[in-house]
T-cell receptor
């Protein structure tokens, strides 16, 4: 099983450039999410989706865009990269527990982004 | 406001000693509680979780955690540390919505 696959693993951007981080899962999970991990701050939720065609904002959504056209894919777009977006990004998916929110999250291996 | 607090960003224990990593949360409703582990250059993986029922939860690799509602805590323990336990550990809480909120993490170092 591939699980959650993120690409690319590493990326360097210049300020103002745009890019898309790809995330795909093969577990038929309804719920998908993007987190960023920064030293001393843990993981912070950027955007999430409870199913195809449905997305919502998390804790730190500014500067990021998402879409969910299929159950499998949940790309994260940086519209105009800024140095403050230098971080490690994780995509995660789970079954959607409608009574309790998210179930167990399955994480990808991360994408390390540097913005110069 | 709902929040998750992990006391101690770095914890060091000797091999064979007790591991205790602390997690407290603030919420007026019973939450779902999780502990995740992250090894270097990897994603997070689930150690254990509490949703309902028995408040002492056993997870993988000999870890366990106890949900104490009166103390709003979910501390992670392991009776005897192993070198392979060196990693970063995250407490996470679902407050009954679509979002999982993570603590800031505790880096565990094992001293030979």
């Amino acid at each position: 099983n591939a699980g959650v696959t993120q690409t690319p693993k590493f990326q360097v951007l210049k300020t103002g450039q745009s890019m898309t981080l790809q995330c795909a899962q093969d577990m038929n999970h309804e719920y998908m999410s993007w987190y960023r991990q920064d030293p001393g701050m843990g993981l912070r939720l950027i955007h999430y989706s409870v199913g195809a065609g449905i997305t919502d904002q998390g804790e730190v959504p500014n500067g990021y865009n998402v879409s969910r056209s299929t159950t499998e894919d949940f790309p994260l777009r940086l519209l105009s990269a800024a140095p403050s977006q230098t971080s490690v990004y994780f995509c995660a998916s789970s079954l959607h527990d409608r009574e309790g929110g998210t179930g167990e999250l399955f994480f990808g291996e991360g994408s390390r982004l540097t913005v110069l | 406001a709902q929040s998750v607090t992990q006391l101690g960003s770095h914890v060091s224990v000797s091999e064979g000693a007790l591991v205790l990593l602390r997690c407290n949360y603030s919420s007026s409703v019973p939450p779902y509680l999780f502990w995740y582990v992250q090894y270097p250059n990897q994603g997070l993986q689930l150690l254990l979780k509490y949703t309902t029922g028995a408040t002492l939860v056993k997870g993988i690799n000999g870890f366990e955690a106890e949900f104490k509602k009166s103390e709003t805590s979910f501390h992670l323990t392991k009776p005897s540390a192993h070198m392979s336990d060196a990693a970063e550990y995250f407490c996470a809480v679902n407050f009954g919505n679509e979002k999982l909120t993570f603590g800031t993490g505790t880096r565990l170092t094992i001293i030979p």
